[in-house]
């Protein structure tokens, strides 16, 4: 089987695989090749796929829809940090996606900021229209 792994800024793994693990909105499962097409949406999770070496390789990814298409295995995500060992995923994952937290923090608080500073507005164009200034 292929495997490819593409997100919004482009593609993050092309892989000629034996089989790959992930967990699915409805269970878990294992896809080889000659199993049926195949769609599914993905929680955040580990994806295990095994090369063709006989080497089994870690991707964390959050959020994903899988489509298995013959010998084809299409996953799209928004992120994926990809390893070779479950440790050193752990790790990548604990700084990589604090991160991502960190800044969606961030940015929540500007997008805060710009509501307050737009309401702010409306009610002084308000009270100005009302006072027959405008």
Known sequence: MK???????????????????????????????????????????????????????YMACNRGILVKKAADVYISVHRAVLSETLEDLAQIIAVEFKNDDEQRKEVNTAMARLEVGLSRGFMQLKEAAQDGGI
């Open 3 to 57: 495997l490819k792994v593409t997100s919004p800024i482009g593609i993050i793994l092309t892989e000629e695989i034996q089989k790959i693990d992930f967990e699915a909105l409805d269970g878990h499962y294992t896809l080889l090749p000659r199993h049926q097409d195949f769609v599914t949406a993905m929680p955040p999770n580990i994806v295990a796929y095994q090369t063709t070496d006989g080497l089994t390789h």
